[in-house]
């Protein structure tokens, strides 16, 4: 086993593609799929399933790649303080439903921890495609919320695609407005409250269910519903139109401003917000640092 194969098993998953990780580490796709297949021999085990779309990683694989990545961290690691080499790029894929302090943390993690060069990728997407990217190990990490309607639905949908959910924190439904609407002046609001104003959500696409919405409360009608596919329409269409959006009421003016205001949502429910990861394998030590800049920025602006 060499460490060069550990760095192309890495750099397929990375890119999910034979031939663009062929391209990427300027070798032919040839001699890339070779040195896989070798590898596969000697320690006996199949670590991507080949297929007519394609590839993925086998169970096997997902845990392989885990320790594969330690073993590269930790050989760069030597090499640097050792043999003066210059550092390789650091690498981190994040998975995400529409959440501001997900993007804070990735902005905190880059300034204290990012080298002068890394590949970071930072996915605000659907939540079937969360599921979808850690679980064919596209990201290391996704962010996604679980509430008492759809609780018992998600867990077993992870736990069958072989994910594990790690609550970060649990919090009461709050609206986001416009600091103009009316309703911004009120200590709490209800479902009654909300009647009359265009309600925002984040359409899930093909892949669309009740269980998959990131607000929650979706199966109750609205009169006035607009669906788009990022926060800064979203944000943007609440302060022009005057709607409201259902979520975490964590807010953050370094990267909202202040024109969007979080109240409470006064209805006997909770939202719980986690981490998902793939249980066969071991996070990345750049994943393992974003994690706990996600928890201090949580701790910062979580019920402020």
Known sequence: MKLQQLKYVIEVVR???INEAARRLYISQPSLSKAVKELEKEIGITIFTRTSTGIALSSDGAEFLGYARQVVEQAELLEHRYLNAAPSPQLLSISTQHYAFAVNAFVDMIKKYGQEKYQFTMRETRTYEIIEDVKSLKSEIGILYVSS????VMLQLLKEQGLEFHELFQATPHIFVSAQNQLAKKKSVTLKDLEKYPRLSFEQ???????YAEEIFSTIPSK?????????????LLIGLNGYTISTGILSEDLNGSNIVSVPLDEGEFIRVGWVVHNKTQLSRMARIYLEELHKVIEKYHQK
């Open 15 to 17: 890119c999910g593609s």
């Open 149 to 152: 309607f759809n609780e018992k």
């Open 205 to 211: 696409g093909e892949f669309n269910s009740f269980y």
């Open 224 to 236: 006035q519903s607009i669906q788009v596919s990022d926060r800064a329409t979203l944000f943007n």
